[in-house]
């Protein structure tokens, strides 16, 4: 059967990547990106989903953001690009190795991109919300995402992984992830740079 990337409730972890203080300003669509993955987290809260969050070297970099609503999470920090520090290997385990990852944060070129590489190597599934990606560059962040597209994740959106993982109108969270799709994503540049992409590709 071919390999079609359904997400499922039953075997997804939500990474949450470095959303901290002082990416703040120089973070391409900061704001949109923390409350779409904001969204991201409430939504996986509803439907029992784990989070995996992290945090680049604290000390220096400042907290995770307030706004993505994280503060009962315990954060692992690292020094790493990658998220899969040892400790987080041992979390995957606890969970009983889940074979798809939600992943969200910052910055795609980085820290994204040397997670999802790792995760693939590790046998599992990568789905990158695309609207919920970031680098300081626009020309980083879509690259990287083309770049990552080519090694076998997925790119998806905000709302697309809210209704796959939902999948009917009859489920029973149906109503609360409903709400959280109440307004539409804001744009985050990606349409403008996408319809670009082929004519830079071919010049």
Known sequence: MAKVGRLSTK????????????????IFQFPNIVSNASRLLQASRILGIPQVLTEQYPKGLGPTVPELGAEDLKAHTKTSFTMMTEEVEKELQALGNPKQAILCGIEAH???????????????????????????SQTDRLFALSRLKQSGAYLTTTEGVLLQ????????????????????????GLLAFFSALPRALSG
């Open 11 to 26: 075997d997804a972890v939500l990474f949450l990547c470095d959303m901290q203080e002082k990416f703040r300003p120089n």
């Open 110 to 136: 980085a820290c994204i991109a040397c997670t999802t590489f790792d995760l693939l190597e590790r046998g599992m599934e990568v789905h990158i919300v695309a609207d919920a990606v970031s680098s300081r």
């Open 165 to 188: 993982l939902v999948q009917d109108a009859k489920h029973p969270n149906f109503k609360e992830i409903q709400k959280l799709l109440a307004h539409p994503s804001p744009d985050t």
